[in-house]
């Protein structure tokens, strides 16, 4: 038990009836979980609103609320003394509350926060294969999930809400972690997820126009802004200095910390990479480079793609920072995979597969764009797009086929409640208008029959990329969800065909 006015320390605050001296032992916003000894927090959502549930929370004993509506404004249960406490931001003070009841256990870990449109988690994964080589076992917080050791688990946010956050740092602690490498979105910056953070590096990767949209972000400049938010609270700046947006991003935030830049481009920044070269063989797939500047080494990364080098060199910025051994971070970067980016499934004589997260046109263009680089006698791309979506996003995906693959297979991807078939008919249409040859693509509804037909149906020299999916392990239709993992289909299907 404690005081919840101990927890209320960080937050301005008024007591509108009864007392911040009561005794609690959790914070709760989900009325379902009520009981004695919560305080629960309401939020006016844009949705539903949680000060409309203060009855029945109170029914089943829970005798604390934070609030951010004045007394005049709540329907109270008759009879009944309650704990009414006033903020004027329930999403802060839910992260400076979940702080505390977990006892601040991000002030007690080694805080390394990422943001950008593409390439977090990519970069989230290369941080912890380098931390753990240099003997840090290191917590992961992103698009995949959490990682703590070995043990996975799902969230439903690239950014989990501030209680599940703190959460999952208190678990980090206890399982002996260090580090932290956090996927921090924009979403989560507007919903003032990560509002009792301190980072201690803070990473800008780059930004192009995404997750604009009526729940999501008004416009662009919105979008940017909250990109900026994570050097509002860091303690030093690692930006992308190939990036047009990054004095803005510095501008926007007022980043007075500690910074460094890194380039792919220019040799005026801090550490920059140079002589990049793409290599494939039997047993490796990806580019070697050149470091320069303030770090100079040589590096393989496995990981296929010049934007990827550009990922691994915020990794390289912080890891120069921190004094890390070359020698384990050199050895680190040339085995790290990331499941569902520009990951090498399957690989031969005769031709390879890659399976990558590529959802939309950006990601698709610097995808395809990279592969070209490996010289492929044919680039092969197996892809859909997802349904109740933009058509924005099905069609910039056609267009990008008919000007970077060889070869096209239309397939599913969580279609949701539209059919395949119409959305796989626009992807056509894209692909056509935008120049694609008749003669070079397929439609087959089916996403494990189109990867057979892929793998069944390759020539020598063929670059296979599934794409859409990456790291996903389910297939959305009608607003059922099976299993479906494109890696595992591409393995059954080799040994399906005897490859």
């Keep these: ?128 294969a380098v931390l753990e080589a240099c003997g840090y076992k290191t917590g992961v917080i992103g698009t995949n999930g959490v990682m703590i050791g070995d043990t996975h688990y799902e969230t439903k946010n690239t950014t989990p809400d501030s209680y599940e956050l703190n959460s999952y740092f208190s678990r980090m602690l206890e399982a002996g972690c260090e580090y932290v490498v956090m996927e921090c979105s924009s979403q989560g910056f507007k919903m003032e997820r990560t509002a009792d953070i301190t980072f201690d590096y803070g990473i800008f990767l780059n930004i192009s126009p ?45 980043c007075r910390e500690k910074k460094y830049r ?14 990049l070269h793409f290599r494939t063989d039997a047993d490796f797939a990806g580019t070697e480079f050149r470091t320069g500047g303030l770090l100079e080494e040589e590096f393989r990364l496995a990981i296929p793609g010049v934007y990827n080098v550009s990922n691994v060199m915020a990794v390289l910025t912080v890891a120069y920072d921190l004094g890390l051994p070359m020698d384990k971070v050199r050895e680190a970067l040339e085995k790290v995979h990331v499941d569902g980016r520009s990951e090498v499934v399957y690989k031969s004589d005769k031709f390879t597969v890659i399976v990558d997260y590529a959802h939309n046109e950006v990601s698709m263009v610097n995808l395809m764009d990279t592969l070209r680089h490996y010289n492929p006698k044919r680039l092969v791309v197996v892809f859909g797009c997802g349904g109740n979506r933009s058509k924005d996003r099905r069609i910039g995906m056609g267009q990008t086929a008919a000007k970077t693959a060889d070869f096209s297979i239309f397939t599913a991807d969580n279609s949701r409640f539209e059919k395949t078939e119409d959305i796989i008919a626009d992807i056509e249409q894209a692909y056509l208008e935008a120049g694609g040859k008749p003669d070079a693509y397929v439609k087959i509804p089916d996403r494990e029959s189109a990867i057979r037909h892929a793998m069944a149906e390759a020539k020598a020299g063929d670059l296979i990329a599934v794409i859409g999916k990456g790291h996903e392990d389910y297939q959305e239709e009608n607003g059922v969800r099976r299993h479906f993992l494109d890696r595992e289909e591409i393995l059954k299907i080799k040994e399906e065909l005897g490859l």
């Excluded at 890194?262 to 002589?275: K, L």
């Design 1 to 128: 038990m404690a005081l919840l006015k101990d927890w209320l320390k960080e937050i301005n605050y008024r007591v509108l009836t009864g007392t911040d001296e009561c005794e609690v032992n959790d914070v709760i916003f989900d009325s379902r979980k009520a009981e004695a000894n919560t305080v629960f927090l309401c939020m006016k959502g844009s949705r539903v609103d949680s000060h409309d549930f203060i009855r029945e929370v109170a029914g089943k004993g829970t005798e604390t609320f934070v609030v951010e509506k004045d007394l005049k404004e709540l329907d109270l249960p008759e009879g009944k003394e309650l704990n009414l406490i006033y903020v004027e931001d329930a999403r802060a003070a839910l992260s400076s509350l979940s702080a505390a009841r977990f006892g601040h256990p991000s002030e007690k870990l080694k805080m390394i926060g990422l943001t950008g449109t593409k390439g977090k988690t990519t970069t989230s994964y290369m941080f912890r």
């Design 210 to 254: 995404d997750h604009i949209g009526p729940l999501e972000h008004a416009d662009f400049d919105e979008y940017l802004y909250y990109k900026s938010r994570l050097f509002t609270q860091c303690r030093t700046a690692v930006l992308n200095a190939d990036d047009p947006h990054t004095e803005k991003i510095v501008e926007l935030s007022g």
């Design 262 to 275: 890194f380039s792919i481009s220019s040799e005026e920044a801090d550490i920059y990479a140079c002589d």
